[in-house]
């Protein structure tokens, strides 16, 4: 079973619009839960993540997530997109024993 | 603090050659873990060490492996390479083992590894 779930491998967003890109996570318990940002040719760097002491998170570079128990979602916003915001994202979950799972990850692309 | 890093960055391989990649964590992290990124499946976690021992093993052949050293410092080793050994592989370091949860894990650039 799937435990972190990306909708939509590709998303195409006009500069200053709003940014959504989802998330979804199975599991019995609320997990601990991470949006990483990868740029072309690096590794991943961390946006935000949920550890049960706020529902909303707010992250780097104006990003923010809201964790959402009853619909098991994390789904990462920025207001206004910015050209330098294309890259992927991959949504991660930590669950207990031990398993941390990343989505597939979705590439957003910024129309100027 | 100097981030994560990781030699080389590229590397270009024959079939059947063996490789070894290089990962040097956050100064204070024992946590180091290894990723394959590939465009077909992602990120698949490889394998987790912790002061030394090795913690936890994804779902990969035993042509891979790694060790830590007791600088906390990392290897992987990829023997009999195969085509489908192309991928980047990424390296992330936490304070604490990946089953603490919370720890965030910091990545380095990875290593770009090519099998002709």
């Known amino acids: 079973a799937q435990s972190v779930t990306q909708l939509g491998s590709h998303v195409s967003v006009s500069e200053g619009a709003l940014v959504l890109l989802r998330c979804n996570y199975s599991?019995?318990?609320?997990?601990?839960l991470f949006w990483y940002v990868q740029y072309p040719n690096q590794g991943l760097q961390l946006l935000l993540k949920y550890t049960s002491a706020a529902t909303l998170v707010k992250g780097i570079n104006g990003f923010e997530a809201e964790f959402k128990k009853s619909e098991t979602s994390f789904h990462l916003t920025k207001p206004s997109a910015h050209m330098s915001d294309a890259a992927e994202y991959f949504c991660?979950?930590?669950?207990?024993?031990?398993?941390?799972?990343f989505g597939t990850g979705t590439s957003l692309t910024v129309i100027p | 603090k100097a981030g994560v890093t990781q030699t080389p960055r590229y590397l270009i391989k024959t079939r059947g050659q063996q490789v070894t990649l290089s990962c040097s964590p956050i100064?204070?992290?024992?946590?180091v873990s290894w990723y394959q990124q590939t465009p077909g499946q992602g990120l698949q976690f490889l394998f987790e060490?912790?002061?030394?021992?090795?913690?936890n093993k994804g779902n990969f052949p035993g042509r891979f492996s790694g060790r830590q050293f007791s600088n906390s410092r990392s290897e992987m080793n990829v023997s009999t390479l195969e085509l489908g050994d192309s991928a980047l592989y990424l390296c992330?370091?936490?304070?604490?083992?990946?089953?603490?949860?919370?720890?965030?894990?910091?990545f380095g650039p990875g290593t770009r590894l090519t099998v002709l």
């Open positions: 060490y912790f002061s030394e021992t090795q913690r």
């Open positions: 599991s019995s318990v609320p997990p601990y």
């Open positions: 100064s204070g992290h024992r946590s």
């Open positions: 991660a979950v930590s669950l207990t024993g031990n398993q941390f799972y």
């Open positions: 992330a370091s936490s304070l604490a083992p990946r089953a603490n949860g919370a720890d965030t894990q910091y």
